[in-house]
């Protein structure tokens, strides 16, 4: 009896074993998975990055075509909300698994599509006046609907009513601004 208690351990340890072994595995495969998506977080980053870029490009070259000053504000505003996007951005990169230095050429690749959609802003002057007058409306419709679904519900989902009531005024205050300003030029 006693050998076969021994036998009968000697069984359970073994299963506890191939269990132990199974669930690293298991886990193994759930840090490759896991990583794997992370990496095409990123790639999926720059191409949302070349054409964010892209039609930043597009609204200065537009810009400067309406107007010399409009299209340096234009190229102004785009400068000063790149510089944390691009942060942001670099951020996303590093944490998605690639190195600072790769991250920062990447970046660098993504801005292209800033001077690719600047040239066809630019070019559009030539093809017709029609094409020239929708690339702004298109630019500000494609900003304002980024606005609206991601980041507006996203300041709502975190902040409590009073802060969303403030957010909301200081928002009706930029709109009402660029309607001042509008008027005044």
């Known amino acids: 009896k006693k050998e076969e208690k021994k036998e009968e351990k000697k069984e359970e340890k073994k299963e506890e074993k191939k269990e132990e072994k199974k669930e690293d595995g298991d886990q193994k ?30 609204a200065i070259g537009a810009s400067f075509l309406v107007n010399p000053t409009v299209g340096l504000i ?13 942060i942001g951005d670099f951020a996303i990169l590093v944490q998605s698994g690639f190195s600072k230095w790769s991250a920062m050429l990447l970046q ?3 801005a292209v599509g800033a001077l690719i959609g600047c040239l066809c802003g630019l070019a559009a002057h ?6 020239t007058t929708g690339i702004l409306p298109f630019t500000a419709g494609g900003f304002i609907y980024i606005a609206t679904t991601s980041v507006f519900p996203e300041l709502l989902e975190k902040s409590s009513p009073l802060q969303s009531v403030l957010q ?10 660029m309607v001042i300003i509008g008027m005044l030029e």
């Open 126 to 131: 030539h093809v017709g006046a029609a094409l």
């Open 29 to 58: 495969d759930a840090a490759k998975e896991a990583s794997s998506e992370i990496k095409v977080a990123g790639y999926l980053n720059l191409v949302a990055d070349f054409f964010h870029n892209f039609t930043d490009g597009l």
């Open 108 to 110: 660098l690749s993504t």
């Open 168 to 177: 909301l005024l200081m928002m009706m205050l930029g709109i009402g601004l």
């Open 74 to 86: 234009t190229t102004l505003t785009i400068l000063f909300h790149e510089i944390p996007h691009e």
